[in-house]
Each structure stands twice: as structure tokens, then as C-alpha cells.
């Protein structure tokens, strides 16, 4: 038996958030609830003193529960964050850009970010290090994520050639460092300026190898899965691509059990070949997205990096030459498009934003709602719209 609607209010996106108060428990109704694996129809989330105390079937609520007009998530993980909010984390490489930088994008959806670094001077990423070890804990802020300066120059995309370097000691002392400090790291880097012992040695501290930037051969790429590599950076883009005789590292990542974060804003990627990507892997829910954000996202439409104008033109971030630098995404904007441009199943997709990328840097307990406080839930529209959050 369902619960009786008369007996229920009624909350739609444009209507005020509910507030659990006291210890008494709020009963939630949704459309549909992610639980972290489905999305479920009949199922209520059960708020206790301001936290998801668990789910229950919709047919147990009580009287005065809650109908709300639409789905319910944990807010969306998103491990490639390089700005937002008119910050970019290489020109502001210090506490307060990562708070901005985290804000911005948790206006759109986004619960917790792994600020992104790119390849520049040594200085650069010893400030990025001192902030996010300053940082810890705070809410928003996951950890960090090291996209070069170890990488090919032959595949370094809109990284500045004169960074590029092979990995150095410096570098391995900062991992070790964060590592230390208890912060989650994520380092992107290439088989062309890192070797195998140094890969098993930054993944036996408890960082997450990603491969990328790469125009390594496909066997390259394997010795490197074996040292420790457990993920690929935006698969597809800046690595040497898949062909008939030479899977380079595209078809070698696809055949992978490896993770890969992938960019969904249909000009990163063809979609057919996110579609096709999705379909072959071998192993399930090792795809996540990424928004590869830069400061448009939720900021002006121009920023500078490396001493040179960004700027957006037709949803596209182009440099001085007109090549593409960076994404103007928001990982909501990349879930609608997974749904209702690729047509991917819900359930998948959402998958894609919460769970799979929260589990591959070991925070568990963001890949549910179970034990959240009720800020952490986003409430989505029918078509899976971002349009806010239970509590502020």
C-alpha cells in the first residue's frame, strides 16, 4: 500500500528545503532516490537531526512525510577540477582559490572536487601542496590532483612546454609528504618521464597512478598497469589513439580493468565514442566523469594561463591559436548528457558522478546518502537537471 498523498506536503524544486529538526525524523518521498548503485521508485530517505539516517520503502512513511517533486542524489565527485568561479588553481595556488574554486562548482552540483594543478614551475606545485595540506578536511575539498609536469611533450595538449620535465625527486617528496598528511592525491603522468620502480613506488605510498598525456605503445602501457597505474586520464584526449595494428594507449586503457575519467561535453569526445568506450570495457562501473573544469565554469568568459588569454567561443575553450584548453563543463551538465544525449541508463550514470569516482579514491562513504548530513543531497528534476540541495 502506498502512503496517502492527502496526509503528505508536496516539494517541488522551486519550493523551500526541508530541515529535519530536533531528533524527530523527516520522511522524504521522491520520484526516484540514487542509493549509490540504483535508482530506486518507491523508496524514502529518512533524515535524522540533519543526516540521512538510512532508506526505507515509501509504503512505511508516515503521515506528514514529505513528497518530493523529483529525484534524489549525493552530490556529485569530480576529480579533475582545474578552476571554476573565475579562479584557476595555477594562478591561485593557495587555500582561499581552493575554497573558490570548490564553491563554484558546488553551486552546480558538485559535493567534493579534486583540485587540478597542470604542468608549471616547481614553485607552483610546492604552493599547491602547502594549500592543500592547509586545507584538509575542509568541506568541498578532496584532496588534490597532479596533471603533470611528468608527461609527453609530444601529447602535452595545452600544457606548457617549457614545465614539462621528467619526474624528480622534488616531486616524489611532495607525494610522500601528502601521502603523510593524509591528503588523497591523484598524479597524472606519462610512461615517457616516469619509469616503472618510480610508478610502484607512488603507488605503494597510496596515491593514485593515472596514466596520461601519453604517446606510449600499448605493451608500454601495460608495464606501467603492472608497476601500479590503476587509472587514465580524459581517455581519448592527449594519448596516442587506437588504431587497426597499434591499440596505443586509448585501446590498451579501454581494454584495461583500469579506471578512466572521460569528459562528456560533446567536443572532447564524440559521443558515439563515449558509447562505444562504455560498451567495451570489460569490467563494469570503471568509467567516471570528469568536467576537466576551467574558470568559466560558473566565472567570466575569459581567463589567463601561462601569461595568454583562455577564452570561450561556442562553449569551447580555445587559446590564442584557436586549439582547445581545457572544458567549460560542470559534471551536472555532463550527467544530463550522458542521459539524454547518449541515452545511458540513469541508474549508470549517476553511477559515473558519485559512486565510481568517490570508491577509486577510497571515500566510501560519499558513494551513497546513507550517514550524509542533508546538505550533501541534490535534488535533480525528472530529466536529471541539477536544481539544488536538500539543506544549505
Do not use: K
Not at 592543500?132 to 568541498?140: D, E, H, L, P, W
Request: aromatic content about 4%; hydrophobic content about 45%.
Amino acid at each position: 500500500m502506498s502512503p496517502d498523498p492527502r496526509s503528505a506536503g508536496t516539494l517541488s524544486p522551486e519550493a523551500p528545503f526541508p530541515q529535519a529538526g530536533g531528533q524527530g525524523e523527516t520522511w522524504l518521498l521522491p520520484e526516484a532516490l540514487f542509493d549509490g548503485q540504483e535508482l530506486r521508485r518507491g523508496a524514502a530517505l529518512v533524515l535524522r537531526a540533519g543526516r540521512v539516517d538510512r532508506i526505507a520503502p515509501a509504503e512505511q512513511a508516515p503521515p506528514g512525510h514529505q513528497v518530493i517533486d523529483g529525484i534524489l542524489s549525493p552530490g556529485f565527485i569530480d576529480l579533475q577540477v582545474n578552476g571554476g568561479g573565475g579562479v584557476l588553481l595555477n594562478t591561485s595556488p593557495n587555500p582561499a582559490g581552493m575554497a573558490a574554486i570548490a564553491a563554484a562548482h558546488r553551486g552546480l552540483g558538485t559535493v567534493g572536487i579534486l583540485p587540478t594543478v597542470i604542468t608549471d614551475a616547481p614553485e607552483v606545485l610546492a604552493r599547491v601542496v602547502e594549500a592543500a595540506i592547509a586545507v584538509r578536511g575542509q568541506r568541498g575539498i578532496l584532496g588534490l590532483h597532479i596533471e603533470g609536469p611528468h608527461i609527453s611533450l609530444a601529447r602535452r595538449g595545452t600544457h606548457a612546454a617549457a614545465h614539462v620535465r621528467p619526474m624528480e625527486d622534488t616531486t616524489l617528496d611532495h607525494l610522500d609528504r601528502l601521502v603523510r598528511a593524509g591528503i588523497r592525491v591523484m598524479i597524472t603522468v606519462a610512461p615517457e618521464a616516469v619509469t616503472p620502480d618510480q610508478v610502484a613506488r607512488i603507488a605503494g605510498a597510496g596515491a593514485v597512478v593515472s596514466l596520461g598525456h601519453s604517446d606510449a605503445e600499448a605493451d608500454t602501457v601495460r608495464q606501467y598497469l603492472a608497476a601500479g597505474a590503476r587509472c587514465f586520464t580524459h581517455l581519448f584526449n592527449a594519448m596516442s589513439p587506437m588504431l587497426n595494428r597499434a591499440p596505443g594507449v586509448v585501446g590498451a586503457a579501454i581494454n584495461s580493468d583500469a579506471h578512466a575519467g572521460i569528459i562528456a561535453d560533446g567536443i572532447h569526445v564524440a559521443d558515439e565514442m563515449i558509447g562505444l568506450a562504455l560498451r567495451a570495457r570489460p569490467v563494469p562501473d570503471r568509467m567516471f566523469l570528469v568536467s576537466d573544469a576551467m574558470p568559466t565554469v560558473g566565472g567570466p568568459d575569459r581567463f589567463d594561463l601561462y601569461g595568454a588569454t583562455l577564452r570561450l567561443e561556442d562553449g569551447r575553450l580555445v587559446n590564442s591559436e584557436g586549439s582547445l584548453a581545457g572544458a567549460h563543463l560542470s559534471q551536472a551538465d555532463g550527467l544530463w548528457r550522458l542521459v539524454n544525449v547518449l541515452g545511458i541508463e540513469p541508474g549508470a550514470a549517476l553511477r559515473m558522478v558519485v559512486t565510481v569516482p568517490a570508491r577509486l579514491m577510497g571515500l566510501d562513504d560519499l558513494a551513497g546518502p546513507v550517514g550524509r548530513p542533508a546538505g550533501d543531497i541534490a535534488l535533480l528534476s525528472s530529466d536529471l537537471r541539477f536544481r539544488g540541495w536538500l539543506a544549505d
